[in-house]
């Protein structure tokens, strides 16, 4: 197991390495992205783009360049913004990763409850109106645009009924450090949460229902009944336990993008300014350094999510330890 994990993580180096080097040479030396160019704008002379080519080292080799933007980034982490001067871009990430994860944990606590409750309940009540019904609900949940969920659960908590007694404890859009204030902090994301959360609830569930199904013609699970184990015991120990597997594969892949970024249209949607909200405006302004960081730190989250993955696979199936 341990040298297992110790592989494991070595692959995850190689992959960041791999990341970061294809990620500098598409913003940095595809042909026609001068990034020199880029900064000093429209109708800039030659001689202001020579100088700042020199001042940015974008004269030396590609393998020098990339060497002293990844010094910058993250040993000295003295590396600037193109667009706003003087600004790092460590910093900057740093002050959006408490609100992306904060968003992005809990509302994988809800769908992760709510899914193996949709579930586990749709599969035990299986061919039932229960069943049926958790499966309609499911879809509308995956049908349903998160960004237009998101202005509806707006419109509804900030606006049409925001005096009631319903939703008069919603405070104003945006987001609220956990430091500030704990019960601040989770009124500001409970409704972000839950908008976040339907879509994956919706396609966790069916995905799970799908697995139990299937565990029940194995013959594991006849033989447990034939040992005369209650149903109970024979979902949540045997059948639950071995469906999981690719509900993990899920999880992990999911919870990292969307701690890389895809939680964007949550984001802005909710007025929080994570890591998915500054990506998109630096791609909006081609701020190259900001982009760079931004496209790494998600790519180390998708990719130690995977290796997670792999880990729990041995926890949680012994055939897969064996």
Do not use: C
């Amino acid at each position: 197991m341990l040298a297992t994990i110790v592989a494991r993580l070595g692959q995850m180096v190689f992959v960041m390495f791999g990341i970061s080097v294809l990620v500098f040479l598409i913003f940095f030396a595809t042909p026609g992205s001068d990034p020199a160019a880029r900064i000093a704008g429209r109708n800039a002379s030659p001689e202001t783009v020579a100088q700042i080519r020199e001042d940015f080292g974008f004269d030396r080799p590609l393998p020098v360049q990339y060497a002293v933007m990844m010094k910058r980034l993250f040993v000295t982490q003295d590396l600037t913004s193109f667009v706003n001067r003087g600004q790092k871009v460590i910093p900057e990430v740093l002050d959006a990763i408490p609100a992306t994860l904060s968003l992005v944990s809990g509302a994988a606590v809800l769908w992760v409850l709510g899914s193996l409750t949709v579930g586990v309940a749709a599969a035990a009540l299986r061919d039932t109106a229960v069943d049926r019904g958790l499966m309609i609900l499911s879809l509308i949940g995956i049908s349903a645009p998160v960004f237009w969920l998101g202005e509806v659960m707006n419109l509804l908590s900030q606006s049409r009924y925001h005096d009631t007694w319903l939703f008069s404890w919603v405070p104003g859009l945006g987001y609220v450090p956990l430091s500030d204030s704990v019960s601040g902090w989770f009124k500001a994301l409970v409704i972000p949460w839950i908008t976040l959360a339907v879509l994956y609830i919706g396609i966790y569930g069916r995905v799970l229902r799908a697995n139990l199904i299937e565990a029940y013609s194995e013959d594991y699970i006849r033989t447990a009944r034939a040992k005369g184990l209650s149903p109970t015991r024979i979902m949540l120990r045997h059948a639950l336990r071995t469906s999981l597997l690719p509900f993990v594969t899920m999880f992990g892949l999911d919870f990292g993008a969307l701690v890389g970024g895809a939680a964007l249209l949550t984001e802005v949607v909710f007025g929080i300014n994570g890591i998915g909200r500054l990506t998109f405006h630096a791609l909006q302004n081609l701020d190259l350094p900001v982009i760079l960081a931004t496209v790494i730190y998600a790519s180390f989250f998708v990719v130690a999510a995977n290796a997670l993955v792999d880990v729990l696979y041995a926890v949680i199936d012994p055939r897969v330890r064996a």
